[in-house]
């Protein structure tokens, strides 16, 4: 069966996310440290003292102890110690840190530590999530969310100071975790969050988006769909298209294609298979609206892929 109990962990097993954390900013004085852009996903969290994130398009952003940032498809950005910090002077952090921290100033008990990471998904599914967030999302130690996000980077920096067999496994699950507690504090930060998004803290269309999700298989209607969700079909569907911004169906549709492309890619189903546990009654009527939603049918697709699969797996 295709399709987990909830459209979180339905887009970060499409997501595959790939966690890569660090390299960490140890800073006193007057300090600026320059992150390159990169596609997908950016995060960090403020260890120790404070800074402000300078990102292009916002104003300055005060971080203090505690308090995390997300950045989707960010381009350069910059930590400091001032918001008249100039970027152009800025120390670029990269990957070829000592020991995976980048020291700005002397050692000083009253430095600021900053620890900073990345997400990087699977191109083909990565706007899945991207395209719904903001460009920045800041969980203040406030949040009561924060505290279980505090909990799960004491795990991260602990596995970062290891350095210990397993290291990257657990650091990757660790990230996906703490993506997931991300998520939630956006959601009940934010009154009206958009896509599936909603289902964190809707009650409504909350509960029909999880048994969508949870049933894939199933020939959903919209009247099935507005009774999960105890509503009469005109208000669930009036609702449902403001919060996710598609129609009910529509929204069905496009999680079964995205499921559909990545079972595809992996190879795990037939396309029978595939047609049945993505609730069509035939393969042709599977196929006809994969082709509308992706734009070939699914064996030009599964073959495209397996092209692309082997030709990454081809010695250079």
């Known amino acids: 069966m295709l399709g987990f109990r ?24 007057e300090w600026a440290a320059r992150f390159d852009g990169s596609a997908h996903m950016r ?49 670029r952090v990269g990957g070829n840190a000592a020991g995976g921290v980048v020291r700005i100033g002397p050692e000083a008990e009253d430095d600021t530590y900053v620890c900073d990471g990345r997400f990087t998904f699977e191109d083909a599914n990565a706007s899945v999530l991207t395209d719904i967030l903001p460009r920045l999302v800041v969980v203040p130690s406030t949040d009561p969310r924060a505290r279980h996000l505090a909990l799960v980077c004491e795990l991260l920096v602990i596995e970062l100071e ?28 934010t009154g009206r969050p958009v896509g599936w998004l909603c289902a964190l803290n809707d009650d409504g269309i909350g509960a029909a988006l999880r048994a969508m999700h949870a049933d ?14 105890h509503m009469s079909r005109s208000a669930f569907a009036r609702t449902f298209k ?6 009910p169906l529509e929204y069905l549709i496009q999680w079964r294609m995205s499921l559909a492309r990545d079972a595809l890619r992996q190879g795990t189903l037939s396309i029978p298979e595939l047609a049945s ?35 990454e797996a081809r010695p250079a």
Do not use: K
Request: with cysteine; aromatic share 6%; net charge positive.
């Open 6 to 29: 909830d459209p979180v962990a339905d887009a970060i097993g499409l997501l595959r996310p790939s966690t890569s954390i660090g390299p960490s900013v140890q800073a006193t004085g």
């Open 43 to 91: 995060t960090g969290f403020v260890a120790r003292g404070g800074c402000w994130l300078l990102l292009q398009g916002h104003e300055p952003v005060r971080l203090e102890r505690g308090d995390y940032y997300l950045l989707g498809n960010p381009d350069p950005y910059v930590l400091s110690g001032t918001p008249t910090a100039d970027p152009r002077s800025a120390v």
């Open 162 to 189: 290891a350095d210990a067999a397993g290291g990257p496994l657990v650091l990757n699950h660790l990230g996906q975790i703490m993506l997931v507690h991300m998520l939630r504090a956006h959601a009940s930060r």
């Open 216 to 229: 894939m298989a199933r020939s959903w209607t919209l009247r099935e769909l507005a009774e999960a969700g």
């Open 242 to 247: 403001e919060r996710v911004g598609v129609p």
């Open 277 to 311: 546990a993505t609730g069509y009654r035939s393969e042709s009527a599977f196929s006809t609206a994969f082709r509308r939603v992706v734009g070939v049918s699914p064996a030009r697709f599964r073959s495209r892929a397996r092209s692309a699969a082997d030709a």
